[in-house]
C-alpha cells in the first residue's frame, strides 16, 4: 500500500541521503509517544518526539526532539538559547515544518529548524520517529538522527 504523500515524502529524502531506513505507516495513531510506544512494540523512552517551540524574539522555530518520556523544562531550554519559548500552535508548526502536529519528522522541513536532541536519546540502540504523519515512523539510530538533523545533543529535562 502505498505512503500518505508526507510520508512518502520523508522515505524519499531518506533514500537522496543515502540512508536504507525505511517509513511504515501503522493502524493505529502514533500522535503521542505512548501511542506510538503501544503501536511499535518498544519502550515509550525510543520514541523520539518532535516538538516545536516557537522563539519569540526570533519569531522563528525551535525543533526539540526529546525522548518519549522526557518532558521538556521550557525555562532550562530558553535561557540556553537565549531567547524566550512559547508553545506553537498548529498553524505555526505546520507553516514552518509542513507537518501536522503528531507527525513532525526531525528532518525534511519547510525550511530549515535549529534541532536540539535530547542526550537521554543516546543510550537507545533504536529509535523510532514520526515520519510526516501521525501514522507512520521510521526506525533509526541516535548516530543517524544527530546526522540526519545536524541537531545539537543536550539536556532538556
Not at 502505498?2 to 517509513?23: F, M, T, W
Not at 518532535?50 to 522563528?60: E, L, Q
Request: proline content about 4%.
Amino acid at each position: 500500500m502505498p505512503l500518505k504523500e508526507s510520508a512518502q515524502r520523508i522515505q524519499e529524502l531518506l533514500a537522496e541521503s543515502g540512508y536504507d531506513n525505511r517509513v511504515v505507516e501503522l493502524p493505529d495513531s502514533t500522535r503521542t509517544a505512548q501511542e506510538a510506544a503501544d503501536a511499535i512494540g518498544c519502550d515509550t523512552a525510543q520514541i523520539a518526539k518532535s516538538i516545536v517551540f516557537r522563539r519569540k524574539r526570533a519569531d522563528a522555530p525551535l525543533l526539540v526532539v526529546a525522548s518519549g518520556t522526557n518532558r521538556v523544562n521550557e525555562k532550562k531550554l530558553a535561557a540556553e538559547i537565549g531567547d524566550k519559548l512559547e508553545k506553537a500552535d498548529a498553524d505555526f508548526v505546520r507553516g514552518r515544518t509542513g507537518f501536522v502536529i503528531g507527525g513532525v519528522a526531525p528532518i525534511g522541513h519547510a525550511e530549515p529548524l535549529v534541532t536540539i536532541i535530547d542526550e537521554d536519546l543516546l543510550q537507545f540502540d533504536t529509535l523510532w520517529a514520526a515520519a510526516g504523519h501521525p501514522k507512520a515512523v521510521f526506525q533509526l539510530t541516535p548516530a543517524q538522527l544527530v546526522e540526519m538533523t545536524g541537531g545539537t545533543v543536550a539536556a532538556v529535562k
